[in-house]
């Protein structure tokens, strides 16, 4: 049984005791709090600034730091939940697309795994856009492994990026902004926008606070016709959706909040 799983069971019992509530949202976040090798996550909140004011006081926040940035560099292989995402990206490469901006790649971790498994085109421009010291690492690391020439890297989302395909793996639920509203300030649009890994669900958006083990992060969860919606009023069409089974969201305390899978969608511009 989990530990989200052991909580549920103790409210139900001590269901007609507040002070059973309380110990036991008490001993979460404590747990939560001194998380250092799992992806947890604690608490319900109405905006992404307040999230953001909660994690920070629970210590270091967000990826922008050293133990953050080095997170990934020994997860370099596909997942099972990466193969629609492959699939849609090699359609695209196939299509005569070469220009790639990956919104919150890391320090290139998807160029790196998905090269092993798709044939990436020699003249691909692989873009990934995060955070300073996130980007640092990876150019260093590009450096070293001898990709730099495809492979490049800002921290600047918010200029227009010169791009033909969108890529945004397990990254929308982490930025200030929706993407539609940075979509919205640019004066060329991507052809596509491939999404994967995004927390979903069919009712409720809402934020909550997720303990990455090296830091806290503000975390976004949006509705499918909410993230829909945005990207059709920009003049994009949906092309497809898939489950990312493998991928799940234990809220403690709000079973209806959480979620036991992630999803995945491909956009094309209309026109």
């Known amino acids: 049984m989990s530990l989200v799983q052991r909580i549920h069971t103790a409210i139900e019992v001590g269901a007609r005791a507040p002070v059973v509530r309380r110990f036991v949202e008490s001993s ?37 730091n050293e133990a953050s940035a080095d997170m990934y560099l020994t997860h370099m292989r ?3 939940f990466d193969y629609p995402a492959m699939f849609w990206l090699r359609k ?14 890391s320090v290139g971790i998807k160029f790196y795994a998905y090269r092993k498994s798709i044939p990436l085109p020699p003249d691909v421009d692989w873009t990934v856009v995060d955070v300073p010291a996130v980007v640092s690492r990876g150019k260093a690391l590009a450096a070293q492994k001898g990709v730099d020439p ?29 993407l539609g509203s940075y979509l919205r300030s640019w004066n060329r ?11 979903i669900h069919p009712d409720s958006a809402y934020f909550t606070v997720n303990s ?50 992630y999803r995945g969608f491909c956009f094309d511009l209309a026109g």
């Open 28 to 64: 979460f976040e404590r747990e939560f709090v001194a998380n250092r090798d799992r992806n947890m996550f604690w608490g319900v909140f109405d905006s992404f600034e307040s999230a953001a004011r909660k994690a920070e006081c629970y210590g270091v926040s967000g990826y922008d």
């Open 78 to 80: 596909p997942d099972a």
């Open 92 to 105: 695209s490469f196939d299509a005569g697309l070469r220009r790639v901006s990956d919104v919150g790649g």
């Open 150 to 178: 495809a492979l490049h890297f800002t921290d600047d989302l918010t200029h227009q990026l010169d791009s033909d395909i969108l890529f945004a793996s397990g990254s929308l639920q982490y930025l200030p902004r929706t």
């Open 189 to 199: 649009r991507p052809n596509r926008v491939v999404i994967n890994i995004t927390p």
């Open 212 to 261: 990455i083990g090296t830091a806290f992060c503000p975390y976004r969860v949006q509705t499918h016709a909410g993230l829909i919606a945005e990207l059709t009023q920009l003049g994009y069409s949906l092309k497809d959706t898939w489950a990312n089974r493998g991928k799940a969201l234990e809220l403690p305390l709000r079973p209806d909040l959480s979620l036991d899978h």
